[in-house]
């Protein structure tokens, strides 16, 4: 159900604007052009590009997957338009097709929530196996107090049905402690942070936690 939500939705909208968030980490984290050149970056769940094109213009090798063809096709279609490189795969975000400890830089933005708590999980899990030791994973997670966990229906154990809008989207809403912990065992956690944003007139409320992690 929530992958069918996605292959309609991209059918439809293309973001295009990268997100603040990523722009400002990419800058302080990696500000050498010629350190970036050549590094891995795959941009996990990456919708219709936005990031993968601004990951390629910034010199990074850059990857993109997601599990929507439309996504793909989108994704492919940009970094066409733009002439940039970049490799992008279809495939979920449980079992990433890369070899272990291949990518220097992992970038699952406003995409691991999506789903239940136990694949949630996994995909974490995937993420500590494809990245290097060192390696970075900058990524977001919905807070309990994001404006979708109102207009949703509990499944338990974090989980939730969207309604409305984002009707039939399956995600997990977890606390700060939870979040953390989804952590401690394959990476070190570098800093960890929030953001409240409100938009369309206050009628959205985005309530998310910010981590950076690295690889141990
Ligand atoms: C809100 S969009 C974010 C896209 C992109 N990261 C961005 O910031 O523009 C979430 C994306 O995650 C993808 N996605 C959700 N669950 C997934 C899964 N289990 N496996 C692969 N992709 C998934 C969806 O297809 C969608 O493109």
Avoid: Q
Wanted: glycine share 8%; net charge neutral.
């Amino acid at each position: 159900m929530t992958r069918a939500f996605w292959e309609d939705h991209h059918a439809h909208k293309r973001a295009v604007y990268p997100d603040e968030e990523v722009v400002r980490f990419l800058a302080n984290t990696f500000p050498d052009a010629a350190a970036r050149r050549g590094l891995r970056a795959l941009d996990l769940g990456a919708g219709s590009g936005r990031h993968t094109v601004l990951l390629a213009r910034w010199g990074f090798d850059a990857y993109a997957v997601d599990y929507s063809f439309r996504a793909v096709a989108n994704t492919r279609d940009f970094l066409a338009r733009e002439g940039l490189p970049g490799h992008v795969a279809c495939s979920t975000l449980e079992a990433v097709p890369f070899r272990d400890a291949y990518l220097d830089f992992v970038l699952p933005w406003e995409c691991l929530f999506y789903g239940d708590p136990p694949a949630l999980e996994r995909a974490v899990a995937e993420v500590g196996r494809v990245l290097k030791p060192g390696g970075y994973c900058f990524t977001n997670f919905r807070s309990p107090d994001d404006k979708h966990v109102e207009e949703s229906e509990p499944l338990g154990g974090g989980a939730f049905l969207n309604r409305g809008e984002w009707e039939g989207v399956v995600f997990t809403a977890l606390d700060e402690g939870e979040t953390r912990a989804l952590f401690a065992r394959d990476f070190e956690l570098v800093w960890f942070d929030r953001y409240l944003v409100t938009r369309r007139d206050r009628k959205n409320r985005d309530a998310r936690w910010i981590v950076l992690v690295r690889k141990k």
